[in-house]
């Protein structure tokens, strides 16, 4: 159930003329609820969080050269490694050395053809099933890298999509009666939406504050079972496929400032962002963009609004790692760049230019060591 809130009193304090409010089904009915653990730490106070240079990917030319400063990045089973960057009509497959292998996909709307890549998922066969934003279809190929089929995509796809056993899992807000506010959403292998479960903060779904409501960063806990981080605060929620809410993990640390609507001017920092999460074994990953040191210095101000000059600056990435059957921080970094995401088995990757300008994907495989542990 939907109301505008134009009579409601107040409202310019919230910063928004108006509001649509919905009440998210979800919470009309019994849904089942785990613990909530405060998450203290971090525990080890000499443990240093070390990223340690793995792989490179793409060629300074030839079909392995990459041509987006942002790239999506996936692992198979294989130890393939699957990039897409830029919206492009095409993805790239590099070996587990590094060389290049495949450069897959053209513009067009045919078999094997694409608009925009807006996301990749892969299964636990190796099969590849890539997103395509603008032909809302999703193309699946398999192992050996044939085109095996499409079906539609049969909603907007503005998140993380993944496998969580056999489930294909997306997150996404859907504004219809039934499912606004829900942002999980299970796909049968047509594409149709099998199960839409979950729920916005409070639940009280607002369409101005979409973003921070919807948006999750998503990771496979078990086969049958992810994890969620809400974007905008340090709140991790472990839900089954059938829709059951686990436990929940909640961490405030100092250096994270929890947010609602973003400003952006010469004058606030960037927000503090979750970016991604990966579980492996009982240590759940997690990466945050948060603001550099010396933002001020890496902005260019025009009027009332600016230019970044320096992103490396502007922003870094703050690394931690979470013990999620104690609920005990282990430990956290501050990384001088901002890192782009996670992958499977603890890996971090982010792209930089080579010595001739060519985007590079950097692989880093992610450690904790310990120097008091190494008798350092």
């Known amino acids: 159930m939907c109301y505008f809130a134009g009579a409601l009193r107040g409202l310019g304090a919230l910063g928004a003329p108006w509001a649509l409010f919905c009440l998210s089904p979800v919470v009309a009915g019994a849904q089942q609820k785990g613990s909530t653990i405060e998450v203290v730490g971090p525990e080890c106070a000499d443990c240093e969080i070390v990223a340690v240079p793995l792989v ?52 067009g709307e045919g078999p094997g053809e694409f608009s925009r890549i807006m996301n990749l998922a892969i299964d636990d066969a190796d099969s590849v099933f890539v997103f395509d934003h ?15 089929r499409t079906f ?33 959403h299970l796909l049968a292998r047509d594409g149709r939406i099998e199960r839409s479960f979950g729920s916005a903060t409070g639940g009280v779904y607002r369409v101005d ?7 999750r960063q998503l990771t496979p806990s078990t086969e049958a079972a992810f ?10 929620e472990r839900w089954s496929t059938d829709g059951r809410l686990l436990e929940t993990l909640r961490w405030e640390p100092t250096w994270f400032r929890v947010w609602w609507q973003p400003q952006a001017d010469a004058e606030t920092p960037p927000v503090t962002s979750v970016i991604a999460l990966e579980q492996v074994a009982d240590t759940l990953w997690v990466l945050v963009a948060v603001p550099g040191e010396r933002w001020r210095t890496a902005i260019e101000p025009d009027g009332r609004l600016y230019r970044v000059t320096d992103p490396g600056e502007y922003q870094n990435a703050m690394l931690a790692a979470i013990d999620v059957r104690r609920g005990i921080a282990i430990a956290s970094r501050r990384m001088p760049q901002l890192l782009q995401g996670l992958a499977e ?17 950097r692989v880093y495989r992610l450690e904790i ?5 190494q008798g350092g």
């Open 56 to 107: 490179s990917l793409g060629d300074a030319e030839g079909p392995g050269m990459l041509e987006s400063d942002y790239n999506i990045v996936r692992v198979d089973r294989r130890g393939r490694y699957f990039v897409s960057g830029g919206l492009r009509p095409y993805f790239w497959v590099f070996d587990s050395s590094g060389k290049v292998t495949h450069r897959i996909g053209r513009h």
């Open 152 to 184: 539609p995509l049969r909603l907007r796809l503005d998140g993380s999509a993944l496998f969580v056993g056999t489930s294909l899992l997306v997150n996404t807000g859907i504004h219809t009666e039934d499912r606004v506010g829900l942002p999980f």
């Open 209 to 215: 504050r979409q973003d921070a409501m919807d948006r």
């Open 227 to 236: 994890w969620a981080a809400r974007i905008n605060q340090l709140l991790f």
């Open 134 to 148: 603008s032909l809302h279809r999703v193309t699946v190929y398999t192992p050996d890298l044939e085109v095996a």
């Open 345 to 361: 088995g603890g890996l971090a990757f982010h792209t930089e230019a080579d010595v001739f300008g060519n985007p590079i994907v």
């Open 369 to 373: 060591r310990s120097p008091s542990a």
